[in-house]
């Protein structure tokens, strides 16, 4: 467990700036107030054609049976079982072919004593033949088939619900739709998919010193680099980025783009330390709650967590490494549970060995990028929240809890891998 949360309940007249955090959120405080405050979104109908990696609202019933009709399994050849009986190398049965069956086009020919239809694979079965001869064991000549084999009844025929049978339910509520399932949805005629609704993400990045890539820079400006890190990671936990509004320190222009409607989740990138222009934290307290700001982390800690009526509203340091840890621990686990998935990391992790020792201090969660090499797993920095390029070295990054001092080497260590 973390050590325990000091007392910080921010009121419209906090105001940190140029002062610094009287106290810290614990991770684990943070972490739940998301938790208490996130539920799914209402359930929308989506075309299927756009509903992969949803998840379901409802669970889904067939109405149908699938197949809906009995049909053949393999080409070949449509007849009474019995009559194949004593059919081998060295005794060829024949049949007159009396008609032939298409996939859509049925033969409209009932099979007689002595008769097969020719048939193709998901053609309906002709009435009065109950088997399939495979077209490998059948030769056809002038009107006859000399078969080689005998069949069984129901061989090489597919049973009307054999994929799905009426009233069965097929996939349940909750599940995170593969294409396999999509495609499942299709084969029961089903064109809109009842999933948890996906929210909307508005990105406001402030700051006077950025300019975007492919402008022209100043001597004292940088090149803007958090929204575009947002605009990935967004989509990767369901949400949809609808708008992305650059402003500078003002508040009134970080006002009205907090307050503007349409968004289910505002990302505030930048303005959310202790600086003299960094607006965002008492903004929000003024116009909706600010429940967390600051919080014992490294890198993050100036992260602030409120909303503004139903609006989840996470407040990310400008600094790009702390922009990522902050969005990943509390912003994107929102994200995740506002569209019904997994409130989880949504990194790929195991257990590997340590191969350097990790130090932290106990008191706060520590982000550390790794690499791994042949002698095993390294960090490569737990500071430098500033170093966007350090996650371009690092191969993942460890979690350290609050009431660890590190790591020794030769133990291991729960890595989450930044590639798939």
């Known amino acids: 467990m973390d050590t325990p949360p000091q007392t910080h309940d921010p009121s419209p007249h906090d105001d940190v700036r140029m002062r610094g955090f009287a106290a810290r959120s614990t991770v ?27 998840v379901l609202a409802e669970n889904v019933v067939s109405a149908i049976n699938v197949p ?34 298409l996939p859509g086009r049925a033969c409209g020919r009932t099979v007689g004593a002595g008769e097969a239809v ?21 030769q056809e ?54 999933v948890v609704g996906q929210p909307r993400v508005r990105i406001i990045v402030t700051g006077n010193e950025l300019v975007q890539p492919g402008e022209q820079r100043g001597e004292h400006q940088i090149f803007e680099a958090n929204s575009h890190l947002l605009r990935g990671l967004i989509p990767r936990d369901g949400g ?23 968004a289910d989740v505002v990302l505030v990138s930048g303005g959310s330390s202790v600086g003299a222009e960094d607006h965002a934290p008492s903004l929000v307290a003024e116009v909706g709650q600010l ?35 902050g969005y990943d621990f509390f912003a994107g686990r929102a994200i995740r549970l506002l569209c019904g998935r ?13 191969a350097r020792k990790i130090v932290s201090a106990i008191g706060r969660v520590d982000y550390c990028r790794i690499r791994r090499d042949l002698a095993g797993i390294v960090p490569l920095a737990i500071s430098g929240a500033s170093i966007l390029s350090s996650t371009t070295r690092a191969d993942g990054f460890v979690i350290l809890r609050a009431e660890s001092e590190g790591h020794a080497p030769g133990g291991t260590v729960t890595v989450h891998w930044y590639d798939d």
């Open 118 to 138: 020719r048939i193709m694979t998901g053609a309906p079965l002709p009435l009065g033949a109950d088997a399939v001869v495979p077209v490998e064991v059948a």
């Open 68 to 101: 809906a009709f009995v049909r053949s399994a393999m080409d070949g050849y449509a007849l009474r079982a019995a009559e194949s009986s004593g059919a081998g190398m060295y005794n060829p049965l024949t049949f007159a072919v009396v008609g032939q069956s």
């Open 28 to 54: 684990d405080d943070a972490v739940r107030w998301v938790d208490e405050h996130t539920c799914p979104l209402p359930p929308a109908k989506e075309p299927i054609t756009t509903a992969h990696r949803r």
């Open 141 to 194: 000549s002038e009107g006859r088939v000399a078969i080689t084999d005998t069949v069984a009844v129901g061989k090489h025929v597919g049973s009307i619900g054999e994929d799905i049978a009426a009233g069965t339910t097929v996939l349940q509520a909750g599940r995170r739709l593969r294409p396999q399932d999509v495609a499942v949805l299709a084969s029961l005629g089903i064109a809109e998919a009842p």
């Open 291 to 325: 429940a967390i700001h600051g919080i014992a982390m490294r890198p993050s800690s100036p992260t602030g967590i409120g909303r503004i009526g139903e609006t989840l509203v996470f407040l990310l340091p400008g600094n790009p490494v702390s922009c990522l840890c």
């Open 342 to 354: 997994s409130p989880d990391w949504p990194y790929r992790h195991s257990t590997e060995p340590l």
């Open 240 to 262: 949809i980025v609808a708008t992305v509004e650059h402003v500078p320190d003002d508040r009134d222009a970080i006002r009205a783009a907090l307050i503007a409607p349409g």
